[in-house]
Nanobody, 125 residues
Framework: VQLQASGGGLVQAGGSLRLSCVASARTLGLYVMGWFRQAPGKGREFVATINRNGGSTEYTDSVKGRFTISRDNAKKTVYLQMNSLEPEDTAVYYC???????????????????WGQGTQVTVSS
């Protein structure tokens, strides 16, 4: 499965961005999806995840109430709507996919088999 992330950019604090991740999978509905990020000098951290049918989501505490993950399986696309952005959100954002037999979310970076190339998000103060 190939993943193509886009939508990053430079935005002022308080602004918004929407990231998109298009997958080459024949049936995206078989995969749990996640967004992760990596800031300079830091490890890759979990941001948000969504289960196969889109009915269940999880977020890291620092983005709750500001970010929303969603998916359109017909369009083979996962989104991350980011509002009220803060300088601390500056990072390279990666989408990830993992084929699951069960239909629930997954916050663990090591569980994901497929990764996109990343898109840079920079939030200025």
């Amino acid at each position: 499965v190939q993943l193509q992330a886009s939508g990053g950019g430079l935005v002022q604090a308080g602004g918004s961005l929407r990231l998109s991740c298009v997958a080459s999978a024949r049936t995206l509905g078989l995969y749990v999806m996640g967004w992760f990020r990596q800031a300079p000098g830091k490890g890759r951290e979990f941001v948000a995840t969504i289960n196969r049918n889109g009915g269940s989501t999880e977020y890291t505490d620092s983005v709750k109430g500001r970010f929303t993950i969603s998916r359109d399986n017909a369009k083979k696309t996962v989104y991350l709507q980011m509002n009220s952005l803060e300088p601390e959100d500056t990072a390279v954002y990666y989408c990830a996919a993992d084929r699951k037999l069960y239909d629930h979310t997954d916050t663990r970076v090591n569980d994901y088999e497929f990764w996109g190339q990343g898109t840079q998000v920079t939030v200025s103060s």
